[in-house]
């Protein structure tokens, strides 16, 4: 897992920063990226695409990488701005946030498979960076981490939905309130299931 990060060295960087984000799928609430310095005396065991973990060794890992990596920090775009400009650059747009907010600049880029050219700094794209590279799966874990615990706290804001249950993704439990009580604010309208449920409101004429 630390073999990017290596080889990176070899050509002669030091500060080396690992990017990923998290909610591409979801129907409800924002996307989310963590940036992430590991420590190259700090090796952490482990570390892996935070989709193969449990939700428990997710836990233990975020609060490990967060106290050994140099530095690490988030970025969030929320449904509103997804809505206006698409999944993509608003995953990419977390992406760069998340690596503008860190405490110390890094010289090297690895992120999961997005370029990040607007930030005039080298990088690399690797697909499926967070099964191969220690810091793309460093910041995959945190933010999925940090994901959660954000939609547990919306599911006490718009109760009803199981926020804290599926974590905005279309499960079939959410898509059948969905349904029923029709989207939330945090509702991503621009996603079919939403703005399917939203037009039937509409129609109804009981939206509000």
Not at 24 to 40: F, S, Y
Not at 57 to 79: C, H, M, P, T, W
Not at 97 to 113: E, G, Q, V, W
Request: charged residues 25%.
């Amino acid at each position: 897992m630390y073999e990017f990060e290596e080889e990176t060295r070899t050509q002669g960087y030091e500060i080396i920063c690992g990017v990923d984000e998290v909610g591409r799928g979801p129907l409800a609430g924002g996307v989310l990226a963590a940036a992430v310095i590991l420590d190259k005396d700090k090796i952490i065991v482990g570390l892996n695409d935070s989709k193969k973990l449990t939700h428990n060794q997710r836990v233990f890992l975020s609060k490990e990488i967060k106290d050994k990596a140099l530095a690490y920090a988030y970025g969030y775009v929320n449904q509103n701005v997804i809505d206006s400009i698409n999944i993509y650059q608003a995953s990419k747009l977390a992406m760069i946030r998340a690596i503008k907010a860190l405490k110390i600049k890094p010289d090297y880029i690895l992120s999961d498979a997005m370029p990040l050219a607007e930030l005039s700094i080298d990088f690399q794209a690797i697909i499926k960076g967070d099964s191969q590279s220690a810091s793309i799966a460093a910041a995959s874990i945190i933010a999925k981490v940090k994901r959660d615990e954000i939609m547990e706290k919306f599911s006490f804001i718009y109760p009803g939905y199981g926020f804290e249950k599926h974590k905005g993704y279309p499960t079939k439990q959410h898509l059948e309130v969905l349904k029923t009580k029709g989207p939330s604010i945090i509702h991503r309208k621009s996603y079919k299931p939403v703005s399917d449920a939203l037009n039937k409101q509409l129609d109804m004429g009981d939206y509000l």
